[in-house]
């Protein structure tokens, strides 16, 4: 395990205030970039705690007892995130991811889910909502959420070896317990459900065949995730990055692999499928995701906004400043003035860090720590 930890540097008071405008942006759902990007999926990030302190994430030696946490009442109210939502879903929206930090740590959970599944897109349609969790609470949670509206949950795990598993963890919180919130969230119908697994060269990369041949044919979707320069804490380095053709080369010298087509417009994942005898998708036996943030930037195609849990909203996972909405919501703006800023935020965006990555020049000590951390805003 790597102990390279840079100190945090609190990005959450770099903000962007945002204007009201003077110029309506009629919502017709059909809202793009300034790359012609449109806007179709919102992470809401419920809660900046966690239980865990993974080390690519929250790591313990910033993270620790005296780290000051936001206070409950700058955290956005249920009703204020699904007002926000509603005027998201009226410039195209169709998406909702619940994150964190560990969603489940927010209290009455299950209030927020079944105000944002009332909510339909501009098509009539009900909202696609799920939500990323380190399933440590969810098999006492699963059936609540379910019953709430929650259609899917994506859970993070990171190797089945216990001590591994453990270690990255650092809490020492066991994989039995995610498993068991894995069958609970099957058996309550909580699916398709993913499971994400950050790899990192040299520390868990020996578990990719042993997570693939454990969720084969389970109708779980096993994802793994390079491992990514989000945030200034967990002291990232490119020679712990383990390429995705790499993960694919190594599962398919054991499991036959097959490519698959993208299951929407903006997936982030390359779909590879278990082959049968002739090279055919097995179905039965299910598929995988890469996502290649790192070797193979998908910025072209991001439809993503994200929200913070005290209302700030950013463009991008790897961005510096976010716009602060909270003044609008608490300050009188209309329904329609809220709507009308998103729309220029929207609108004025251009980041595609990712595709850049490589042309940057090398940033010089300190420069990295202006992004926001993952822990903030989510994956």
């Known amino acids: ?27 017709t759902g059909h809202l793009l970039d300034a790359l012609s990007r449109p806007l179709r999926d919102l992470r809401i990030s419920v809660t900046d705690r966690c239980n865990f302190r993974c080390s690519y994430c929250m790591p313990k030696e910033v993270f620790d007892k005296d780290y000051p946490y936001l206070p409950h ?10 007002r926000l939502t509603r005027q998201f879903v009226s410039h195209g929206v169709q998406k909702i991811r619940l994150t964190g930090g560990e969603p489940l ?6 209030r927020l889910i079944e105000q944002l599944a009332a909510l339909r897109t501009v098509d009539g349609q009900p909202l696609d909502i799920t939500l990323t969790t380190n399933g440590s609470l969810l098999e ?35 994989v039995r317990d995610v498993l068991r919130g894995i069958d609970a969230a099957l058996a309550a119908g909580l699916g398709p459900i993913k499971v994400n697994m950050v790899v990192k060269r040299g520390t868990n990369d020996h578990e990719i065949l042993p997570m693939a041949r454990h969720f084969s044919g389970t109708g779980v ?30 599962i398919a010298s054991e499991l036959p692999l097959v490519q698959l087509d993208p299951s929407a417009p903006g997936e982030t994942a390359e779909r590879w499928g278990y082959a049968d005898a002739l090279g055919r998708h097995d179905a039965a036996a299910g598929e995988i995701g890469v996502i290649s943030s790192v070797t193979q930037a998908f910025c072209g195609s991001c439809n993503r906004a994200r929200l913070s849990t005290e209302g700030k909203l950013y463009l ?64």
């Open 1 to 27: 395990m790597s102990d390279r930890v840079i100190p945090l540097v609190d990005q959450r008071s770099r903000v962007r205030p945002v204007a009201l405008s003077n110029e309506p942006h009629p919502a």
């Open 73 to 82: 009442s700058a955290l956005l109210s249920f009703e204020e995130i699904t």
């Open 105 to 110: 740590l927010r209290k009455h959970i299950e």
């Open 140 to 174: 006492r949670k699963a059936q609540a959420l379910k019953d709430a509206g929650l259609q899917r949950v994506t859970v993070s795990l990171d190797g089945l070896d216990d001590a591994v598993f453990r270690a990255m963890n650092d809490v020492d919180f066991p």
């Open 221 to 250: 979707v096993l994802r793994f995730i390079e491992y990514m320069d989000v945030g200034a804490t967990n002291g990232w380095r490119m020679d712990e990055v383990l390429p995705s053709v790499e993960v694919v080369r190594r």
């Open 316 to 379: 991008c996972l790897f961005a510096s400043e976010g716009h602060d909405l909270r003044p609008l919501l608490r300050g009188g703006a209309s329904d329609e003035q809220i709507a009308d800023a998103l729309a220029g935020i929207w609108q004025g965006r251009s980041d595609r860090y990712s595709e850049l990555r490589a042309s940057l020049p090398p940033e010089a000590p300190g420069e990295g720590r202006r992004r926001v951390e993952m822990s903030y805003i989510g994956g």
